[in-house]
């Protein structure tokens, strides 16, 4: 049962960030890193809310934390993104994005566990 609610939660998770990813390559162009900081910033505040409540059931963690945040964060692309940006020499932007990663997923992650309590 546990692995079909992570089954499912990964499919919304999936293509939510699939479609954050087109719209920001939409509106920014090719290379934006927008989505990518986007879904991983709404992950870690959601993941943040899911454990600073007591009564969420491990069904819930499961379908959400694992399932959906599992898949609509993702730490491969950002990584990816990083490495682009350097090879492009644009180091400083690299710099900003990571910063701006930890800054916001960690913040998010952290208002999300308090503001839940």
Do not use: K
């Amino acid at each position: 049962m546990t692995a079909l609610l992570v089954v499912l939660g990964a499919l919304a998770g999936a293509p939510l960030r699939l479609l954050a990813d087109r719209v920001a390559t939409a509106r920014r162009g090719a290379g934006s890193v927008l989505g990518t900081l986007t879904v991983n910033v709404v992950g870690s505040a959601v993941l943040g809310v899911l454990l600073g409540r007591s009564d969420v059931s491990p069904a819930v963690l499961a379908l959400v934390g694992t399932g959906f945040c599992g898949t609509l964060t993702t730490f491969s692309t950002f990584g990816t993104d990083v490495v682009r940006l350097v090879e492009e020499r644009a180091v400083l932007r690299a710099l900003g994005y990571v910063t701006a990663s930890l800054v916001l997923g960690l913040g998010a992650a952290a208002a999300g566990f308090l503001l839940s309590r």
